[in-house]
């Protein structure tokens, strides 16, 4: 099995420096491993190795600006047969949504059998993306860093067809050291997503058009029942009505901020209906 994967440097040259991009290409195939073996056996890879049933591979390259094909390659039968039983569709949609979700960005509506998977790693989920902030972001964002070039991860589903799935910039490398508020603040919001099994979704401010990340403060899974069932009763309100229809609710939160000042998750603190 492979899928086939490309990166996209945008430069007005056909060339980048060697170090960062070799970097930027390490962190890629760091990333879409961890989100591939994770998926696949159930279990987050703290280290991977050449022997590993999953790994990634270099391909003959393409003229533009700076790009390389690589893919994905599973070395198992069993984790052959899963990934079959996912379906190529779902499975580079939670690449993607991994992926955006590791930079504090919208992952987006995902398929019915995507959204699966995703239920089924229940807080593997929480753990495949710190795992990629931890070890793949930084050198993913070396070129943009460094060269302040964009980055794009695209689904190379033929030579005349590539979908892009993943973007990084100097602005996603923010992403990798926010900065922690110290004030708690009161908020009036409703809720546009949320995963019963993490605790972790997005949220809407009234009067903002923008979702932002949420997660709760201390452990979500020693959280009472009706606890929980706030935010999804009010995820299940507002499903599908227009903001300004919306039933909103106040929380208190804990900001997570970009140098910069712009808020890229809430720490929840408290909460009410």
């Not at 009706?226 to 299940?236: A, D, G, Q, T, V």
Request: charged residues 30%.
């Amino acid at each position: 099995m492979t899928i086939n994967l490309d990166v996209l440097i945008t430069t007005p040259e056909d060339y980048v420096d060697m170090k960062a991009g070799l970097d930027t290409l390490q962190g890629l195939s760091d990333g879409v491993r961890c989100i591939s073996e994770s998926i696949l056996t159930g279990e987050v890879p703290k280290r991977m190795s050449h022997k590993d049933k999953i790994r990634t591979s270099l391909k003959r390259n393409f003229k533009g600006s700076y790009g390389q094909i690589f893919s994905i390659d599973v070395y198992d039968d069993e984790l052959l047969k899963k990934y079959k039983k996912i379906g190529a569709a779902p499975f580079i949609e939670l690449i993607s949504y991994f992926l955006k979700e590791s930079v504090y960005l919208d992952g987006g509506d995902l398929s019915s059998k995507a959204d699966k998977v995703l239920e089924n790693l229940g807080y593997k989920s929480e753990e495949i993306i710190e795992q990629l902030r931890t070890t793949a972001l930084e050198n993913i964002h070396q070129i943009s860093m460094k060269f302040d070039h964009n980055v794009v991860l695209r689904h190379r589903k033929s030579r005349e067809s590539q979908i892009p799935i993943a973007y990084f910039d100097e602005e996603t490398a923010k992403s990798i050291k926010p900065i922690y508020g110290k004030n708690v603040i009161d908020l009036t919001v409703g809720i546009t997503r949320f995963n019963i099994h993490t605790g972790n979704g997005r949220l809407q401010l009234l009067d903002h058009d923008e979702t932002v990340s949420f997660g709760f403060a201390g452990k979500y899974k020693e959280m009472e029942f009706h606890e929980k069932k706030i935010f999804s009763e009010n995820l299940n309100k507002n499903n599908g009505i227009l903001p300004q229809y919306w039933e909103y609710m106040k929380v208190s939160a804990l900001p997570v901020e970009l140098p910069g000042g712009k808020i890229i998750k809430y720490i929840l603190r408290k909460y009410n209906e």
